[in-house]
């Protein structure tokens, strides 16, 4: 299930044409894959649920911003090697987002 749309992706982007459509599609398929991957959880598992206790497509915000993160470090980084760059992590990126949606269970 797409949490993200192509529409928010490229907002979030500020993507205002069309040429990297399929690409940014590509990328939202690939962003919840990874998030759903590295909190060792199903993304529906997570979704907010409805009167009658279904869940309705909705995730928490702090998961979509996670995604947005990620997203956004994929479309603008489609490489391994980064010249002339120096990196830091911000406090408050993609770990820190998704930290209390971990999969905690001790083997």
Do not use: W
Request: net charge negative; charged share 30%.
């Amino acid at each position: 299930m797409a949490y993200i749309t192509l529409d928010t992706a490229k907002a979030h982007l500020r993507v205002d044409r069309d040429d990297d459509d399929d690409y940014i599609g590509g990328l939202i398929d690939m962003v919840e894959n990874c998030v759903a991957i590295e909190i060792g959880e199903d993304l529906v598992d997570l979704e907010e649920v409805d009167e009658h206790g279904e869940p309705n497509g909705i995730l928490p915000k702090r998961l979509i911003q996670a995604m947005f993160l990620l997203l956004e470090d994929f479309y603008d980084n489609r490489g391994s090697i980064l010249i002339g760059v120096s990196a830091t992590i911000r406090p408050l990126g993609f770990e820190f987002l998704i930290s209390p949606f971990r999969n905690r269970t001790i083997q």
